[in-house]
């Protein structure tokens, strides 16, 4: 799997973790000690996507991610374009909790 870069300056976050996984990356993209995200990175022949979503319990795999029913989706073509659009997708979920409190 190709090495993917995850900027945390772009991101402004404190801390990434990266784990390799049998069929995805998996990044724990940690802001401060509340609010932390999982992204799971699937890398394809003709096309790259990922799988943002907060912490759940059971299990972080590929599998579950997919199945797991909360989250955001996107595609992107390289390192720069995965790291803007994890930062919308970011900014998109916490506008939702903010509305969930």
């Known amino acids: 799997m190709k090495k ?3 900027d945390k300056v772009k991101l ?3 801390k990434i973790i990266e784990n390799d996984l049998v069929d995805c990356k998996l990044y724990v993209v940690k802001f401060n000690d509340e609010e932390s995200y ?3 990175i699937f890398q394809g022949t003709k ?3 990922f799988k943002l979503t907060l912490p ?3 299990k972080w795999t590929c ?3 997919l199945y797991y ?3 955001l ?3 992107f073509l390289n390192d720069e374009d995965l790291n803007f659009k994890l930062k919308e997708k970011i900014d998109m979920l916490r506008q939702f909790e903010s509305r969930q409190v």
């Open 4 to 6: 993917i870069f995850l």
């Open 69 to 71: 029913p909360y989250g």
């Open 12 to 14: 402004g976050a404190q």
């Open 47 to 49: 096309s790259n996507y």
């Open 63 to 65: 599998e579950n991610a």
């Open 56 to 58: 759940f319990t059971g």
């Open 73 to 75: 989706f996107g595609f």
């Open 38 to 40: 999982l992204v799971f």
